[in-house]
C-alpha cells in the first residue's frame, strides 16, 4: 500500500469520478451524429452513430438489470470488433457490472476454465461462435443466460444451450431510459485473461479510473494521436486487451470507428480501409503481414491510410520500412501487456531528432519507444539492481503506473509486485533519451555459454532477407555451449533461399557468435490465440534437433 502524507488545504475540485459511461455521454452529448460502421458477422454493413450506440447501450444495460446483473458481477463476451460488441462494453462497465471479453481462439476448455474461475452471470456471443459455445456452456456453471448478439431470424431452431436468448430482442424489449449510476471509480470495470501460454491464464482486473486514465493518455499525440478527424480501424480484436483502449480512447476523441467483424483477411481490411477512408489502424504484425501480402500481389495503393500502430509483439523493420517508404504510412512501434491495459510505451521522435539522417530516425522508430506519461520503467539485473540507461545494457524490465496491476484477479499468483514495481518479464534496453528496446522475453533469450543472445534481433535480420516471410529464433541444446540459436523460417511463395545464403546474410550484422548455429525451413510457424508465435511449440517441436556445430 501506498503511505499518503495528508495535506492541511486540499483543492476545492468538483468530485467527479472518472467513469467509462462517461466515455460514451461525451460521444453522444458532442459528436452524437459521427459514425461507427461494422463489417457484421452475417457479411453486411452496418452504419449508425454514437448516439445510436449510447441508446441502445442503454438499452443493453436495462436489460442486464432484468437479468440479474448487479454491479461487480462479471458478464462474459465472445465477439469480433462490431457495433454490439461496443454497446456491451458500455452497457456492462457503465453499469457497474465487470465486462469479461473472452479471446475465441482458446481451446473450449480454456473458455469454460476462466469463463468459471471468473464466475461469469451472462455470456455475451457473435453467431460465429455458437458452435463453440454448444460444447462448453454446460461446463460453465455460473452462467445463468446467454445471449446470442443477432437478430431473432438467426436464432437456431434448437440448441443444447440453456437459457439462450436472442440480443436484438433483449434491446427491443428494453427502455433507454437509464440514468448512468454514479460510484467510486475505483470500482472494476472489466477484466482480461493473459494468454496463459505458461499455466492457467491470470485475470487483470482494471477500474474505471485506470481506463479512463489510459485512454486519455493513449489518445495523446505522442502515443497512439486519434483525434476527431480520424477514421479508426481497430484490427487488434475487442477480446485481446479490450483492442488496446480503443473503444474507449476513439470515442473519447469522436474519431469515425470502423470494426472489420470476422473478416480479418488482407482483401477483406484493404477493401474497408478503402470503402471507409480509413486514416489509422492498429495491430499485431501478423496481420500487417497478410494486409502488405496482398497490397504487394495486387499492386494496390493505399488511398487514405496515414498512421499504423504495430505492437503485441516485436515491428520487423521490413514491415516498417515497407509501410513507410512503399506506401508512406507512418509506423508507430508500441509495447505493452495485458497487465499494463495494455500501453507502456510508443515511438515517435523528438524536435532534436528531426535534422536526423532518414537511417538515424528509423533506428530510434524501431526500438518499442518512449513510456507514455503515466507509465514508469527500469531495467534491473538479477539481484534487482538498477542498470544504466545506455542503450545497450540489458535487463529484466520493470515498469509502474496507475493502469498497470497491483495483483492478479483472486490474488493468483500471489505477491507479483518487487518492490512495487510491476516485473514484465521483457528483457530489455534503454537508452539515454528514455527510448526502451525489447531484446527478448525473458522465456526466449537464449543463454549461450553463460551470455544472452537475444532472438528478436536475430528475427529481424532474417526478415529482412527477400525471400523471408516469417522467421522465428530459439535455443536449442548444445554439448558445449548448453544453447544456441536455431532459425526456423518460412519462405515467401515463390521465392528461393539456401541455408548458407541466409547465414551469410548475418555477417556484419551483429557479432559473430551470434548468429544462428542452424536454419530449418518449415511451411507455417504455430501462432497463438492473440496473433503471436507459440516459442514453447517451436521448442517442444525441435527439442531433439541437433546442431552441426555439436
Ligand atoms: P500475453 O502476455 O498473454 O502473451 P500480452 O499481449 O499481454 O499477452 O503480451 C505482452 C507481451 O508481448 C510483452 O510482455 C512482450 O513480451 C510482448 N510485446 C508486446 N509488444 C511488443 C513489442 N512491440 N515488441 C516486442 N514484444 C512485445
Redo the contacts with the bound molecule.
Sequence with gaps: MVQYTQSPLMGQMMDQPLLISSIIQHADRYFGQNEIVSRRVEGDIHRYTYRDCHKRSKQLANALAGLGVKMGDRVGTIAWNGYRHLEAYYAISGSGAVLHTINPRLHPDQIAYIANHAEDQVMLFDLTFLPAVEIFAEHCKTIKAFVLMCDRDRMPAETKIPNLLCYEELIAANSSELDWPLFDENSASSLCY????TGNPKGALYSHRSTVLHSYASAMPDSLNVSARDTVLPVVPMF??NAWGLPYSVPLTGAKLVFPGPAMDGKSIYELFESEQVTFSAGVPTVWLGLLNYVAQHNLKFSSFKRTVI?????PPAMMKAFRQQHGVEVV???????MS?LGTAGTLQTKHLALSDEAQTAILEK?GHAIFGVDMKIVDDANKELPWDGKTYGNLLVRGPWIIKSYFKNEGGDVLVDGWFP???VATIDPDGYMQ?TD?SKDVIKSGGEWIGT?DLENIAMAHPAVLQAACIGVFHPKWDERPLLLVVVKTGAEVSKEALLQFYEGKIAKWWTPDDIAFIDALPIGA?G?ILKNKLREQFKDHVLPTA
Design positions: 493473459t494468454s496463459g501460454t485481446h486487451v505492437g503485441g509483439s516485436a515491428c512501434h508500441a509495447w505493452g501487456m495485458t497487465e495494455p518499442q514484465t518479464g521483457d525489447i522475453r528478436i492473440t503471436k
